[in-house]
């Protein structure tokens, strides 16, 4: 798999889609103080996320939505494995500073060092996954929202790497535990996907195999 079309799989892993049919406020200048606190704590103090998810994507071209589903695995010192197992396998994983795939029998192993739209998507990830994009001020200009029980986060690309491919993204959280239950993002063309998070387990060990592709 060429280098593009490995870029292009990380950046579908967090596109999706801006509709949604609950009424969102913006919160106070008070509220967000609180929001992001909370979520930047849980984010620095959480050790491991394991859970199960859901893809489905929306192509300007197509009337019908390609469903998705797969594992995630995360951990504290920025190892990231996004597994899709149905309706087809593939696997990359971030950690060492290097990207590593496997699409059947073929893998790959591409140096974060080799590309900066590289290093730019790995971390977009990494701080989606976690929350932490809400601070990232480099690539993004946040708005936060609240509403119909959930935090909403809009973050507007300012990075070049990142605004030449988004023109928004989405981060829902539960107020309850203060942590990302969906991504969503609108791409450039207009295709939009969504990727929502369920069976969320925080601190289970997690094996080192995990990041690693063999």
Same mark, same amino acid.
């Given at each position: 798999?060429?280098?593009?079309?490995?870029?292009?799989?990380?950046?579908? =892993?967090?596109?999706?889609?801006?509709? #949604?049919?609950?009424?969102?406020?913006?919160?106070?200048?008070?509220?967000?103080?609180?929001?992001?606190?909370?979520?930047?704590?849980?984010?620095?103090?959480?050790?491991?996320?394991?859970? &199960?998810?859901?893809?489905?994507?929306?192509? +300007?071209?197509?009337?019908?939505?390609?469903?998705?589903?797969?594992?995630?695995?995360?951990?504290?010192?920025?190892?990231?494995?996004?597994?899709? #197992?149905?309706?087809? +396998?593939?696997?990359?994983?971030?950690?060492?500073?290097?990207?590593?795939?496997? +699409?059947?029998? #073929?893998?790959?192993?591409?140096?974060?060092?080799?590309?900066?739209?590289?290093?730019?998507?790995?971390?977009?990830?990494?701080?989606?996954?976690?929350?932490?994009?809400?601070?990232?001020?480099?690539?993004?200009?946040?708005?936060?929202?609240?509403? +119909?029980?959930?935090?909403?986060?809009?973050?507007?690309?300012?990075?070049?790497? =990142?605004?030449?491919?988004?023109?928004?993204?989405?981060?829902?959280?539960?107020?309850?535990?203060?942590?990302?239950?969906? =991504?969503?993002?609108?791409?450039?063309?207009?295709?939009?996907?969504?990727?929502?998070?369920? &069976?969320?387990?925080?601190?289970?060990?997690?094996?080192?195999?995990?990041?690693?592709?063999?």
């Amino acid at each position: 798999m060429k280098l593009k079309h490995i870029l292009l799989t990380l950046v579908l =892993v967090l596109t999706t889609v801006a509709a #949604t049919a609950q009424a969102l406020k913006p919160a106070t200048a008070a509220q967000q103080r609180d929001m992001t606190a909370r979520i930047n704590k849980v984010a620095s103090t959480t050790q491991s996320i394991t859970c &199960n998810f859901t893809q489905v994507k929306t192509m +300007s071209f197509l009337n019908e939505k390609l469903t998705s589903t797969g594992r995630m695995f995360y951990d504290n010192k920025g190892r990231l494995r996004w597994e899709y #197992t149905k309706p087809y +396998s593939y696997t990359f994983v971030i950690a060492g500073g290097k990207v590593l795939t496997r +699409s059947g029998k #073929t893998t790959q192993s591409i140096d974060l060092r080799s590309s900066r739209l590289f290093q730019n998507i790995a971390q977009m990830m990494l701080n989606s996954m976690t929350g932490r994009a809400l601070t990232d001020t480099k690539q993004f200009k946040t708005a936060l929202y609240t509403g +119909s029980g959930e935090w909403v986060a809009v973050l507007t690309p300012v990075a070049r790497e =990142v605004r030449n491919m988004f023109k928004t993204i989405k981060l829902h959280f539960d107020p309850r535990t203060a942590m990302v239950t969906r =991504v969503d993002m609108v791409e450039k063309s207009g295709d939009t996907t969504t990727i929502t998070l369920h &069976n969320v387990k925080t601190g289970t060990r997690i094996d080192e195999n995990v990041f690693s592709i063999r």
